[in-house]
Nanobody
Framework: QVQLVESGGGLVQAGGSLRLSCAAS????????MGWLRQAPGKEREFVAA????????YYADSVKGRFTISRDNAKNTVYLQMNSLKPEDTAVYYC??????????????????WGQGTQVTVSS
C-alpha cells in the first residue's frame, strides 16, 4: 500500500500562485508514476499532470500547460505541483495519485491505484 497526503491548498486570487505537495509513505516503490488530478463541483474528476520516477517523462492537461509545473523529490518521497497564473476555472479539489507502472495512458483516471484525501484550491475572480 502507498499512503498519500496532500497539502498546500487554499484560497487565492486570479493570477496568483499556489504550490501543492504530496508526501508518499509505505510501499513507495509502487509509486512509479505520480500524478495530480482534480474535481470541480458538479464535474468529473480530470487529469492535471503526471511524472515518472526519474522525472524524465511528464505529461500535462492542455488546460494547465505553461502554467503548472509538476516535479518530484524522491529522497523526500514527495511530488509537487506549482500552479501559476491561476484562473477561477482551476477551482477544484486536487488529488494526488500514484500508479505502479508506466504502461497505458497516464491520463486515464482509473489507472491510478492509490489516492490522497484531496486538498481544496479556490481561485477567486
Amino acid at each position: 500500500q502507498v499512503q498519500l497526503v496532500e497539502s498546500g491548498g487554499g484560497l487565492v486570487q486570479a493570477g496568483g500562485s499556489l504550490r501543492l505537495s504530496c508526501a508518499a509513505s509505505g510501499r513507495t516503490f509502487s509509486a512509479t508514476v505520480m500524478g495530480w488530478l482534480r474535481q470541480a463541483p458538479g464535474k468529473e474528476r480530470e487529469f492535471v499532470a503526471a511524472i515518472n520516477w526519474s522525472g524524465g517523462n511528464i505529461y500535462y492537461a492542455d488546460s494547465v500547460k505553461g502554467r503548472f509545473t509538476i516535479s518530484r523529490d524522491n529522497a523526500k518521497n514527495t511530488v509537487y505541483l506549482q500552479m501559476n497564473s491561476l484562473k477561477p476555472e482551476d477551482t477544484a479539489v486536487y488529488y494526488c495519485a500514484a500508479r505502479p507502472t508506466t504502461g497505458g495512458s497516464w491520463y486515464r483516471i482509473g489507472s491510478y491505484d492509490y489516492w490522497g484525501q484531496g486538498t481544496q484550491v479556490t481561485v477567486s475572480s
